[in-house]
């Protein structure tokens, strides 16, 4: 991960304190998944649409960081999947997360995804709490 292509919860709280955002909590957040992410196959076979709970939307992602902000999470792009040989390639990279209290690492929308049918007061914190729950495991 190269420094220019990471965003830190820091940057997160700026960019949202200049454009006067308010700040999500787990009772507000209601994440945005992105439904336009494919496997390029090889010539001659469609694309295939990744399943959009790997792929979070940009600022859902920080919006996410900034519930999870005592964790130290840094955000970055790569593709949604892990491929190993193969003629195939991501249309897209998606957002992951990587917490600096015990180094674990998430695919943003698998995190996101306990919002899915937990949003709103008090859903919210039980998706929160197992999103922590998802972390403690490093």
């Known amino acids: 991960m ?16 200049e454009r006067d955002i308010a700040t999500p909590t787990a009772t507000t957040y209601h994440p945005d998944f992105w439904d336009n992410v494919y496997i390029i196959n090889p010539p001659g076979f469609p694309p295939t649409q ?4 790997y792929c979070l939307s940009i600022p859902s992602t920080l919006e996410l960081m900034l519930i999870l902000d005592d964790l130290q999470p840094v955000g970055y792009g790569a593709p949604p999947l ?3 040989g193969g003629p195939y ?5 998606v957002p992951w997360l ?8 998430r695919n943003a929308g698998q995190l996101a995804q306990y919002w899915l049918n937990n949003s709103g ?3 919210g914190n039980t998706a929160e ?3 922590r729950q998802d972390l403690a495991w490093g």
Request: net charge positive; proline share 5%.
């Open 2 to 17: 190269s420094q220019e292509k990471q965003i830190r919860v820091s940057q997160v709280k700026k960019l949202f304190a």
């Open 50 to 53: 990744i399943n959009p709970t």
């Open 82 to 84: 892990t491929y190993t």
């Open 89 to 93: 390639s991501i249309s897209s990279d």
């Open 98 to 105: 990587k917490f600096g209290s015990n180094g674990a690492v």
């Open 121 to 123: 007061d008090p859903g």
């Open 129 to 131: 709490s197992r999103a």
